[in-house]
């Protein structure tokens, strides 16, 4: 029985985790790298494993870093069965496309630059023909607390790690030569000051333990603290007159923030008619789904569902999922909330609002989300005072905020109460650059625990 690591080894994204029991090789996600920086040459690269060789993938959850190099698996061969739950099938499938007719744009934009300079052309990493079959490759579905048997050796059990719709940690229970570990893999971990999904239950009693660290050496802000400074941003914009943009990721930030949006305005403490626009198609249809899965839901969100409470109905929201409908947004000059994506600023349609809003001294944007060096978004919070974009340099006049405590994931004491009091044979931390995993790693040392922190290849035998 061994494990290696082929991602969010030494980094927090590109999650891939190799597991060997008897002639059975699993895989636990297979996600995109990604980050400030151009690393297409990395997820194009080799997996370091055979496609075909692998039976099973597990995968926890549906961001991007965790399922976006499936396609790539299955057309390298790959015809194994991938399980997960209902609710990140579906959203798997949306980020999926989402993915691959973003990487169709980026290929033609790249080969029309490399036919100018005599180059050679390159295909997209894979097509929507890829997301299609790799949606074929999706089997039986897991439900949270509930023991299956994947396959003779190995059983499997999802539980709920509070980090989006439908994320989980999961349990696996492996016998080898009459030797048996339970070994388990966090996935991403959530905030538990999360308004819709239920936290995370409680690492199980593990022989190993392989945990992310995203945040492992911080503490965020409370989350009543940021949701006053919201509704504070959202007020002194509408009072200067000007329009506040939002720069939204899809997947649990949106549907978050149209709940708090929704308490705030039946608490009277925002206009119950004030114009909002969720100018994202994927968080659209993020939305949607979440609507279908209220199994997913804390037991307040599901109660309030079943006496006719919609967590997202707003009186005046606008979905709007055609161009020529995000672009009549640009027409209204003051009193409107816009949210659209991308959450870093990097593309998508909140660009072309920042480019009508940003040199407006009445205007505000909002930051609720990380945003990573090299990007937009970054620049912005840095304080620049200049921007360039679609090639036009812009003057930014508009009102910065940045909130903090929204983020999806576990900070350094959630970590560590999720892991709880165990003492298991062997702690391996990743998903976290070198402070986030040296911040739990430290605490778990001091408990006289035997820690590892791999980089991308190294191999443990169990």
Known sequence: MEMQFYGAAGGVTGSCHFLRVGDKKLLIDCGMFQGGHDLEEENRAEFGFA??????????????????????????????????????????????MDAAGLAAEEARRSNRRHRRQGGTEAEAIYDLTDVLDTMDRFGR????????????????????????????????????????????????????????????????????????????????????????ELRDAILDTLKRGGNAIIPTFALERAQDLLYYLREMMNDNQLPANLPVFLDSPMAISATEIFRRHPECFNPDTREGLRHGTDPFALRNLHFTRETSESIGINLIK??????????????????????????????????????????????IIDGAKTVRI?????????????????????DHDELLAWYGDQKPTRTILVHGEENGREGIAKVLRARGLPVDCPVIGDRYSL
């Open 334 to 379: 003051g009193g409107a909330l816009i949210m659209a994506g991308s959450g870093m600023a990097t593309g998508g349609r909140v660009t072309h609002h920042l480019k009508h809003n940003i040199w407006r001294e009445d205007c505000s944007v909002i930051f609720v989300g990380y945003a990573a060096q090299g990007t937009l978004a970054r620049r």
């Open 390 to 410: 679609f090639g036009e340099e812009i003057h930014v006049a508009a009102k910065i905020y940045t909130i903090g405590g929204f983020s999806a994931h576990a």
């Open 51 to 96: 496609a075909k060789d692998i039976d099973y993938l597990l995968l926890t959850h549906a961001h991007l870093d965790h399922c976006g190099r499936i396609p790539l698996l299955v057309k390298r061969g790959f015809r194994g069965e991938i399980i997960t739950t209902a609710a990140t099938r579906e959203l798997a499938r949306l980020v999926l």
């Open 141 to 228: 579905t897991a439900d949270y607390a509930q023991k299956m048997e994947v396959c003779p050796g190995v059983s499997i059990t999802f539980g709920d790690a509070g980090h989006i719709l439908g994320s989980a940690w999961i349990l696996i229970e492996a016998s080898e030569a009459d030797r048996q570990q339970r070994i388990v893999y966090s996935g991403d971990l959530g905030n538990r000051g999360k308004p819709i999904i239920n936290p995370s239950t409680p690492a199980p009693q593990a022989d190993v333990i392989v945990m992310e660290t995203t945040y492992g050496d911080r503490l965020h802000k409370a989350i009543g603290p940021s949701v006053d």
